[in-house]
Nanobody, 126 residues
Framework: QVQLVESGGGLVQAGGSLRLSCAASGRTLNMYSMGWFRQAPGKEREFVACINWNGATTSYADSVKGRFTISRDNAENTVYLQMNSLKPEDTAVYYC???????????????????WGQGTQVTVSS
């Protein structure tokens, strides 16, 4: 079993920054890709960013490219999402997730992930 716990969410003004953390326990994550997703009220959960097992490869949704940065510290079993230049449309619950498969690939689809955190709320005021 894997437990993922997100933290770092909160209320921030437009243009501000937040850094989300996702701490894992129960299993080391250093062979798995990790992803961040978000879900706004009334909308489906959507892909935000992902990173492969060693951090060498990342991928971002077009809506966050250039503003968000995903990273990982395998020694700490933690994944991060640095969010800069936040916009009101970034308001959502943010979830981290662990990929089903090990390897060097990264994954953008919800179905590619098998363990999810409980989410952390990010609210950006205008």
């Amino acid at each position: 079993q894997v437990q993922l716990v997100e933290s770092g969410g909160g209320l921030v003004q437009a243009g501000g920054s937040l850094r989300l953390s996702c701490a894992a326990s129960g299993r080391t994550l250093n062979m798995y890709s990790m992803g961040w997703f978000r879900q706004a009220p009334g909308k489906e959960r959507e892909f935000v960013a992902c990173i492969n097992w060693n951090g060498a490869t990342t991928s971002y949704a077009d809506s966050v490219k250039g503003r968000f940065t995903i990273s990982r510290d395998n020694a700490e079993n933690t994944v991060y999402l640095q969010m800069n230049s936040l916009k009101p449309e970034d308001t959502a619950v943010y979830y981290c997730a662990k990929s089903r498969l090990v390897g060097s690939s990264y994954y953008r689809a919800i179905g590619d992930y098998d363990y999810w955190g409980q989410g952390t709320q990010v609210t950006v005021s205008s």
